[in-house]
């Protein structure tokens, strides 16, 4: 059955395949653990590989302003088979590439995962706005959300073939979202693993402003489909931050919930709305966090030098499932990513800030949050760059947590809401 979002090889359209061995013009495409995706946009864009040059290489791409669109009609519309790519990751026929990829235990580690995926995603995206006549591309595409991942298969193989595929399935005036798929080879066939949903964001060639992309052309009802399919999900967007805990209050189903919660941790003896106690089998919120600090480092900047968001994903995913091992006690597998919104760029030199809170469990289910902020040491400022939200299955029935103050409440409400919808999409 195909995915409802997106065009099979089964379709008569072909991908531009990369052997992720070399990358070309003519649709040879880098190897992903080898850092070539990276060289190819650097070209695409002309970044510099030298970090001591970046400065000079900014001020060269404003000239490419000059290039810009100033409409969306100015750009000529582009089909989903022209940002179609197929990459490959030869775990299980080149082993040296494993060792950037294995865990622990003895499978695939997912925060690598989310890395290639970041990066194929931008690239899916400049094949989309690839202007033939221009030696250099005049946009900067950046990761603005991560619209939905889910998993196919609990296990990913170190010594199997992964195959990614993705291509364009929706575009606004500025903004493009691309939809992926991966699978890995076994007993002789390519097996589905996950399927994965971004939408990214077109800039000037400073970053400074919006860009216009090219519009898509629909070929058929399958593509019909398909785009529809997006606007459902801008949509969902749309009506999923109106109603976000930040802006308005609960529910009246919530507020139940919520209330019972708190009646459920009243010490009847005392009579008193301050005597807490914990039930059983339970744990409170506040003993369920997880913290991290990473310096960031020029070594995992972008092609725009700053903080490649796979590297932000990576670390916060990391982070978020070393808290769901912790609190549950056993190894978790993740069940659904939703929800990363790239609110700021971080900066190169930044202190970035990593805060995991398990927010909801529901039998062998938890639900991480993991709130990502920078901090400028000599102001003593922080700011908020990304939230993330992960859904990850135990091996056992694991505790319930259970907030205390109004805050955590909401975290909460907002963790069942993420846990909700993933349960929806697995159904």
Not at 136 to 164: E, G, H, W, Y
Not at 202 to 209: F, G, H, L, Q
Not at 295 to 303: K, Y
Request: net charge neutral; with cysteine; proline share 4%.
């Amino acid at each position: 059955m195909l995915c409802p979002r997106f065009l099979k090889s089964a379709v008569s359209f072909t991908y531009r395949k990369f052997s992720m061995g070399q990358i070309s013009q003519q649709g040879k495409v880098p190897d992903m653990a080898e850092g070539n995706f990276r060289n190819r946009l650097r070209e695409i864009v002309g970044a510099s590989t030298n970090w001591q040059d970046h400065q000079q290489v900014l001020a060269e791409r404003a000239s490419l302003s000059q290039y810009l669109a100033q409409s969306q009609d100015q750009l000529p519309a582009k089909r989903m088979k022209d940002s179609m790519i197929e990459a490959h990751l030869p775990l299980g026929s080149q082993p040296a590439l494993r060792e950037k990829y294995l865990n622990s235990h003895n499978s695939v580690r997912f925060g690598r995962i989310l890395e290639d995926l970041d990066f194929l995603g931008v690239l899916i995206c400049y094949s989309h706005t690839w202007n033939e006549e221009l030696q250099r591309s005049p946009l900067s595409i950046v990761t603005a959300l991560v619209d939905q991942i889910d998993m196919r298969q609990n296990i990913i193989f170190p010594d199997c073939d992964i195959k990614f595929t993705g291509h364009v399935t929706w575009v606004g005036k500025t903004s493009i979202e691309a939809t992926m798929h991966m699978s890995q080879y076994q007993d002789g066939a390519y097996t589905d693993v996950l399927d994965a949903t971004f939408v990214m964001v077109a800039r000037d060639p400073e970053n400074k402003r919006a860009a216009f992309v090219n519009p898509l052309k629909l070929e058929g009802p399958e593509e019909e489909a398909i785009f529809h399919q997006g606007e459902v999900n801008k949509t969902r967007r749309v009506e999923l931050s109106t109603a976000s805990l930040l802006k308005v209050a609960p529910t009246a189903e919530e507020r139940t919930l919520v209330h019972n919660l708190f009646l459920n941790t009243l010490d009847t003896r005392r009579m008193s709305f301050r005597g807490r106690i914990l039930p059983p089998n339970s744990v409170w919120m506040e003993d369920a966090k997880l913290k991290g600090l990473e310096i960031c480092h020029p070594e995992e900047r972008n092609i725009f030098n700053r903080i490649f968001g796979g590297f932000l994903m990576r670390k916060a995913y990391e982070l978020g499932r070393a808290n769901a091992c912790a609190f549950a006690g056993c190894r978790p597998t993740v069940v659904a990513v939703d929800d990363i919104l790239f609110r700021k760029p971080v900066e190169i030199g930044s202190l970035l800030l990593l805060s995991s809170q398990v927010c909801y469990t529901e039998g062998m289910y938890v639900q991480v949050r993991v709130h990502s902020e920078v901090l400028d040491p000599l102001t003593q400022q922080h700011n908020t760059t990304n939230v993330f939200h992960f859904t990850f299955r135990l091996e056992k029935d694991v505790p319930a947590v259970v907030p205390q103050s109004y805050g955590e409440s909401m975290l909460y409400l907002d963790g069942k809401r993420h846990f909700d919808g993933t349960m929806r999409n697995h159904c």
